[in-house]
Nanobody
Framework: QVQLVESGGGLVQAGGSLRLSCAASGRTGSSYTMGWFRQAPGKARDLVSAISWSSTSTYYADSVKGRFTISRDNAKNTVYLQMNSLKPEDTAVYYC???????????????WGQGTQVTVSS
């Protein structure tokens, strides 16, 4: 089992920045691909970004390319999502997730955090 805890959400004005963190605990010795998802009210949960264990592969949704950056520190069992130039449409609950396969473009996540709210005001 892997436990994931997100932090760093909050209220920010359009154009501002936030950095989300996801701390993993439990069976962190395995090589997990990590992803960030988001879900706005009344919408599906979508994959925003993902990163492989070695950080050699990353994925970004078209809507966040050039604005968001995913990174990880395996020594700290932590994944980050740096979000710049935030827009009101980025408002959502952001979830961290982990899976054991190495593919950043696919789904199949096994472990989920409880989410952190990001609100971008116009």
């Amino acid at each position: 089992q892997v436990q994931l805890v997100e932090s760093g959400g909050g209220l920010v004005q359009a154009g501002g920045s936030l950095r989300l963190s996801c701390a993993a605990s439990g069976r962190t010795g395995s090589s997990y691909t990590m992803g960030w998802f988001r879900q706005a009210p009344g919408k599906a949960r979508d994959l925003v970004s993902a990163i492989s264990w070695s950080s050699t592969s990353t994925y970004y949704a078209d809507s966040v390319k050039g604005r968001f950056t995913i990174s990880r520190d395996n020594a700290k069992n932590t994944v980050y999502l740096q979000m710049n130039s935030l827009k009101p449409e980025d408002t959502a609950v952001y979830y961290c997730a982990a899976k054991s396969d190495p593919y950043v473009y696919t789904m199949g996540y096994d472990y989920w955090g409880q989410g952190t709210q990001v609100t971008v005001s116009s």
